[in-house]
């Protein structure tokens, strides 16, 4: 059985339309960007601002979020979702949310206009097949220890459910190296590339989880050629709550942001 996602089923570049202006057909890089958690409705008005007053049209926060640790901030669940509306309301910007478990599905399709499915959901087959159910573009993130076949094989549940709009998200595997938070594998964001004609986007913040080293590798990778990048900015980051780290200032994205455009330029690509 050949995998839907693949090339070898239909050979054409599966052309998404993320917002009105916004279609990736294979010639665009798109940045989403903002905050990892929606932590209150001060911070997401000012991340969307910000965002929207430097041509940026995705807003990127989570408010549901999968910690590792139980007692860490575990997002601000749907009153962060409705400040997020306000925020897209008030700047005219598209938002993109994480899912976690089918406990939250709902409510974040409801909200959403680009359903993230986290790393650790990825294996999740109940919030796949519900995925698929929606209309909505959907980002699948890679597992940190799943092959790219796995992941290929699990965008399947959500295009044979009926929305063939999913773009993979190449975050970072687990590797033996520890000096970085992940390892981006951009071996292998080739050969999704070579073998599925789904759009790729890749997130340099959480492959380093270092704010250093974000701004080289967000333009390594908009260099490599993809169809979007996906980095986290915080307006305040000393108070950040989540992946307080990796996360850019203000003033760092607004640097790194003007210079992604000639790079894209260069690759053939433009920057959306
Ligand atoms: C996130 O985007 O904040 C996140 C939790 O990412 P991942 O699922 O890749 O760990
Ligand atoms: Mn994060």
């Known amino acids: ?146 092959t790219v076949d796995e992941l290929m094989k699990m965008a399947d549940y959500i295009i044979l459910n009926g929305n063939a709009n999913v773009m993979f998200c190449e975050r970072g595997i687990r590797t033996f190296e520890s000096s970085s938070r992940f390892t981006l594998d951009l071996c292998g964001a080739a050969v999704m590339q070579e073998r599925s004609r789904q759009p790729l986007i890749l997130d340099p913040s959480h492959a380093i989880g270092y704010s250093f080293g974000v701004p080289k590798l967000a333009k390594a990778a908009i260099a490599f050629g993809c169809d979007g990048v996906i980095i986290e900015v915080h307006p305040d980051r000393q108070y950040a709550q989540c992946d307080k780290d990796q996360a850019l200032s203000h003033e760092e994205f607004k640097l790194l942001y003007s210079q992604l455009r000639d790079i894209a330029q260069a690759v053939g690509r433009e920057l959306v």
């Open 1 to 146: 059985m050949e995998l839907k996602c693949a090339k070898n089923y239909e050979t054409d570049f599966h052309a998404i339309e993320l917002t009105k202006e916004i279609t990736l057909t294979g010639k665009e890089t798109v940045v989403m960007a903002g905050p990892c958690a929606i932590e209150s409705r001060d911070q997401i008005l000012a991340s969307a601002e910000f965002m929207s007053q430097l041509g940026v049209k995705i807003l990127r926060g989570g408010a549901f979020k999968p910690r590792t640790n139980p007692y860490s901030f575990q997002g601000s669940g749907e009153e962060g979702l409705s400040w997020m509306a306000e925020a897209r309301d008030r700047y005219g910007m598209t938002l993109i949310t994480e899912v976690t478990d089918m406990a939250n599905f709902d409510i974040v399709a409801k909200y959403s206009d680009i359903i993230q499915i986290g790393a650790k959901a990825m294996y999740n087959h109940s919030v796949l097949k519900a995925a698929g159910k929606t209309i909505k573009p959907i980002l699948l993130k890679r597992h940190f220890g799943a």
